[in-house]
């Protein structure tokens, strides 16, 4: 078999299957010396490799090729393959195939991390999730969130929970859904790869197709993608809105969250919205999904308030890395969407700010975040990397009056963006762009923020 993509993922992959006594090669179009310690380790493992560019030729020679989430289904190498009867398959594909426990799966186009990594807290420890007399359920945190889930198979047991992110790459060929499946809002993003907002939605529409019916949705009444997503549901479904009070699901109602028992309809006050500590009004987005997925995965309601108070933002979502003098800097790397950067400026919308945006835009209203940034005391934007071109004439003509300059380099677009509100206000990278023109990764790009800022 073979393993398409030496990244984080198909090491772990590569080390499970020969640990299953598999032969395996690995395929990358990368060279050895590009590869690194990842090389080393899997030839250490026993793997063969086929590298450089043609290194997805003659995937007949295999019967099983399990592909990157990086790397499109709509390769015409791997149509030809299948045609001649070759399985394409994906770490995500035999997880879901192997995993015995029960799986909690988060998908939507922005907040997946801080509603997959709050839901992990909420679960975690808690006493309440049913378990029949065993041993104590253990809670897992895994997926597109950074973690591969493949080394889990060694110790989970069908009393665990596993929390896991999926992505739309992760999705898109999936044929099994999750126990508990959470769906935020869709909106446009990756059409490079998917090429329409239908196929992109459609993808995500995995995470809830193939549910049986004694499964549970959770998704908002408040976006068209996710009210259509519990109209279609085969299972049970939990409702959340941040606008209307549900006969059943997770609402607000006078300063409180409240849940109504999806299956008696009973209510109940789950926290103060002061609970949450979770800068910025469109977390309540992320954190009623979240709430309600924990719910109705077993978390013991009268925990959930004392959890709240105790969950922090996550790395490179608005985190603030360094405060000089009145001048707060903020690395929201994750935000690589034009969607979620305005939601970012929305959350700091009082105090000046100097943004930096820019590198491989994958979608969305760029129209919408620049009216946005032309009313929220924004002073001067920073456009870096692919995409600066074409925020550029689009910010000039709906944000006349902000200021604004592309910039080559990363450490200046800081440096300048910090000259701008030296008096007091905000630094905020918040890409609204994915990261591969200039970094690794949007991981990559929030640590060499922080690492230029704390030389400031």
């Known amino acids: 078999m073979a393993v398409i993509g030496l990244g984080r993922e198909g090491i772990e992959l590569v080390r499970f299957l020969i640990e299953q006594k598999a032969d395996v090669t690995v395929l990358d179009g990368a060279t050895r010396q590009k590869l690194g310690a990842r090389y080393l380790e899997a030839k250490k493992l026993g793997a063969d490799f086929r590298l450089g560019g043609d290194y997805l030729k003659s995937l007949t020679d295999f019967d099983i090729v399990f592909r990157s989430p990086g790397i499109s289904l709509l390769q015409k190498e791997f149509k030809q393959a299948s045609r001649k009867g070759v399985e394409i398959s994906s770490t995500t594909r035999l997880f879901f195939e192997l995993c015995p426990a029960k799986i909690v799966g988060i998908t939507g186009t922005k907040g997946k991390s801080t509603t997959t990594s709050l839901i992990f807290h909420l679960l975690k420890g808690s006493s309440s999730i049913p378990r029949d007399g065993k041993p104590r359920t253990k809670v897992y945190l895994a ?195 034009p969607e979620a950067t305005s939601a970012a400026v929305l959350a700091y919308a009082d105090t000046p700010k100097a943004l930096i945006i820019g590198g491989v835009h994958k979608g969305g209203d760029i129209k919408q975040l620049a009216k946005i940034v032309a009313k929220s005391d924004v002073r001067f934007v920073a456009l870096i990397g692919q995409s600066a071109k074409k925020f550029e004439p689009i910010f000039k003509k709906l944000a006349p009056f902000v200021s604004r300059k592309v910039v080559v380099k990363f450490d200046e677009a800081i440096k300048t963006a910090y000259a701008k509100v030296k008096d007091g206000g905000a630094v905020m990278l918040t890409p609204a762009c994915a990261s591969f023109d200039m970094f690794k990764d949007a991981y990559d790009r929030g640590e060499q923020f922080s690492k230029i800022v704390k030389k400031l």
């Open 143 to 337: 997926g597109n969130i950074g973690h591969s889930p493949i080394p889990l198979l060694k110790k989970l047991k069908k009393t665990d929970v596993v929390v896991l992110e999926l992505s739309s790459f992760q999705l898109e060929d999936l044929d099994r859904s999750p126990l508990v499946a959470v769906l935020l809002n869709v909106v446009p993003e990756h059409l490079d790869r998917h090429k329409t907002y239908g196929k992109y939605l459609l993808a995500k529409q995995n995470i809830y197709k193939h549910q049986k019916k004694s499964d549970v949705l959770v998704a908002s009444k408040d976006f068209v993608p996710t009210r259509l997503a519990l109209q279609q549901a085969n299972g049970k479904t939990c409702p959340v809105s941040t606008k209307e009070v549900l006969k059943k699901g997770i609402y607000l109602s006078d300063g409180e969250i409240i849940y109504r028992d999806i299956k008696t309809g009973r209510r109940i006050v789950v926290a103060p919205i002061s609970a949450i500590k979770l800068r910025g009004e469109h977390m309540l987005e992320n954190v009623l999904p979240a709430i309600a997925g924990a719910l109705v995965a077993g978390a013991p309601v009268n925990k959930i308030a004392e959890k709240l108070k105790t969950f922090k933002s996550l790395h490179h979502r608005l985190e603030v890395v360094r405060t000089i003098g009145k001048t707060v800097f903020v690395n929201d790397s994750l935000g690589t969407t």
